[in-house]
């Protein structure tokens, strides 16, 4: 299984990918060689991979790092980078790559002192692989001065380090740091792509790995998770109700409150799972054993770790209300999808009762402006509002 079939309907990012790996693989080789590099080359130091949510931004890149450290030794007979068996390639594949660093976050931002680390890092040759690569997943999350910190060290890289950095549009990146990036851009998977995927990898029953897919809309670990995780469809049951519940202000603000609420509930389930298993690991680094006192001086780094999982806890509710969100838009979509009389299917084919209703009793205009509340909603969220005030607001939107 070569590193590329993990991606799904992007032919065109994968030829790519395929080429500057092949292009990758002889520079290294001329170096190894004492010979002069190749002048036409499609690698360089640094990519930007972007695409919507569920595009597959980070499979493309962790991808390309394994082609990058493949060690096959098909590539002496013109076979292509990238084979997915060698230990270069499943290594960087699962995580354990000594010169393969992925970054991502379950904190709302990427800040400068864990930016300062990676442009250290990146300084190093590589110690065992072809590369030192240097894999962003959360690039849009980095703060100003992270941003101004990463751009010094893409402007002078080091001579055998990548940086793959992934981000939902263009707009999410410096523009001093995309301007020096080679960049792709990724597509929404086809539906019927996805669910094959979701059958041929993951064993997902045909009927069932198809009404995810259609659900999601191509989004493939939203398939997934929706195929295989019975909390995940009751949630959202409950999110594809609420627009026949926001018939009075009563049943706005209660909505409102349930979309809250079950937020708050996956963020307290996270918490449960990660928390106190990190809080004990780090009682016992620090010398403090099971239920006995810390010892003098760790109270900073016991704050720090709070700190830490109150943000993560903070993303993760924001993250489950943005799932619904999406949800939430993607009914309103079906909604004027049928009144439009368009030939697109529905996604949500398992409340046609209710979205029929709806597209019947109501007007286009209508539904454009509750799909422009749900966006209204998601922006607010993104610019810190309180949650409930946001939902609140959308909900009475919703009403009108």
């Given amino acids: 299984m070569a590193v590329w079939d993990d991606l ?9 990918l395929a080429a500057a790996a092949r292009d990758a693989d002889a520079l290294v080789t001329a170096h190894a060689a004492g010979e002069a590099a190749p002048e036409a080359s499609k690698m360089t130091h640094a990519w930007l991979f972007t695409g919507p949510p569920g595009s597959g931004r980070a499979t493309a890149a962790r991808a390309f790092a394994a082609a990058l450290q493949c060690v096959s030794p098909d590539r002496a007979l013109g076979g292509a980078p990238g084979c997915g068996f060698c230990d270069g390639c499943h290594t ?36 065992v692989g072809r590369w030192q690569v240097i894999v962003l997943e959360d690039a849009d999350r980095l703060t100003e001065g992270a941003g101004n910190v990463l751009l010094k060290a893409v402007e002078e890289p080091a001579p055998r380090t990548v940086w793959l950095l992934c ?6 990146v410096l523009p001093t740091i995309r301007s020096r990036c080679r960049h792709l851009t990724l597509r929404t998977p086809p539906v019927e792509a996805v669910a094959d995927v979701l059958v041929r990898r993951d064993g997902i029953d045909p009927q069932v790995a198809a009404a995810a897919a259609r ?3 191509g989004h493939i670990d939203r398939a997934r998770r929706l195929a295989t995780d019975e909390r995940a469809r009751a949630r959202r049951a409950v999110v594809l109700k609420l627009p026949q519940r926001v018939g009075d202000i009563g049943g706005c ?27 004990e690991e780090l009682k016992a680094a620090l010398g403090g054993g099971q239920g ?15 700190e830490r999982q109150k943000r993560r ?88």
Avoid: W
Wanted: glycine residues 4%; contains cysteine; negative net charge.
């Fill in 92 to 127: 960087a594949l699962v995580g354990t790559h000594a010169d393969v660093e992925v970054v991502r976050t379950d904190l709302l931002s990427i800040g400068v002192k864990e930016t300062r680390e990676l442009v250290r890092r990146a300084q190093l040759s590589p110690a």
């Fill in 167 to 172: 981000a939902p549009s263009l707009e999410d």
């Fill in 253 to 279: 603000l209660k909505a409102a409150q349930e979309l809250i609420d079950a937020a708050g509930e996956d963020a307290k389930q996270v918490a449960e799972e990660i928390d106190v298993k990190e809080t």
């Fill in 292 to 306: 006995s006192r810390m010892p003098r001086g760790t109270a900073g780094a016991m704050k720090e770790l709070e």
């Fill in 8 to 16: 799904v309907g992007q032919t065109k990012v994968e030829e790519q």
């Fill in 215 to 217: 659900a999601t809309q």
């Fill in 313 to 400: 806890k903070t993303r993760t509710q924001r993250d489950s209300l943005d799932l619904a969100l999406t949800d939430l838009t993607g009914f309103y979509r079906d909604v004027l999808t049928l009144q439009l009389r368009t030939r697109t299917p529905i996604a949500n084919e398992d409340v046609r009762d209710a979205v029929e209703r709806i597209a019947r009793d109501t007007a286009p205009e209508r539904t454009l402006r509750r799909i422009e509340a749900v966006l209204a909603c998601r922006e607010a969220l993104d610019r810190n509002v309180a949650p409930l005030l946001a939902v609140e607001a959308m909900t009475m939107a919703l009403r009108d």
